[in-house]
């Protein structure tokens, strides 16, 4: 009888919701590693991405509560939904603290870092499209393969910057700041890839 009830699948928009806005948080943490002399309208924006990313979390979260037949399980929902603005909240709380430890100017890991951010965002936006159409998810497989990738990198990335800044500054204080916020970056990183382990585990489960 079950199997006559339509499932609703207005939960892929707000996947694809939530995806959109990690993509612009992680676009506009470039930005600021890259046009630092407008760093202050760009980190606007990811506060701005962050009110966004709760507001889909929440109503993701209420529609669970008054749906009946959901397209996946419901605890993979929310932990996906959960994790995407994980992501978000890093580059939120690394994007602050170059404003609240007054950072003169980006170092090139920064760059470098927030350039694997967005690499990794974009391909989660292609890998939770990829959910409305479990019965071929060869490209969805090969964009979480990608994410994997760019997480490894990410931390080669961030070792060598932390080596780096420790083996050459002078001023420990500098090397505090500058190290939380490496470490805040990474963590999004890293958030792209939980990203990628759940999306893989419901493949697992639903083909």
Request: hydrophobic residues 40%.
């Amino acid at each position: 009888m079950f199997n006559l009830i339509p499932r609703d699948m207005g939960f892929f928009n707000l996947f694809d919701e939530a995806a959109a806005v990690v993509l612009r948080t992680a676009e506009a943490y470039a930005q600021v590693a890259r046009n630092y002399h407008q760093k202050d309208q760009w980190i606007a924006r990811i506060r701005q991405c962050e009110h966004d990313g709760d507001d889909i979390t929440h109503r993701t979260l209420g529609k669970l509560d008054q749906t009946f037949l959901t397209p996946f399980d419901r605890e993979d929902i929310q932990a996906l939904m959960m994790r995407m603005d994980d992501v978000i909240d890093e580059i939120d709380a690394a994007s602050k603290r170059l404003t609240l430890y007054l950072i003169d100017e980006p170092t090139d890991w920064l760059v470098k870092q927030t350039d694997v951010l967005v690499r990794a965002a974009q391909q989660i936006g292609q890998a939770v499209t990829g959910l409305r159409n479990l019965k071929h998810p060869h490209q969805t497989q090969k964009c979480l393969v990608e994410i994997h990738k760019l997480e490894n990198e990410g931390d080669e990335n961030n070792h060598a910057a932390v080596a780096e800044l420790l083996n050459r500054s002078a001023d420990p204080i500098l090397v505090m700041k500058w190290k939380e916020i490496y470490d805040m970056t990474e963590r999004a990183i890293d958030g792209c890839e939980d990203v990628a382990n759940i999306i893989e585990a419901i493949i697992i489960k639903n083909t």
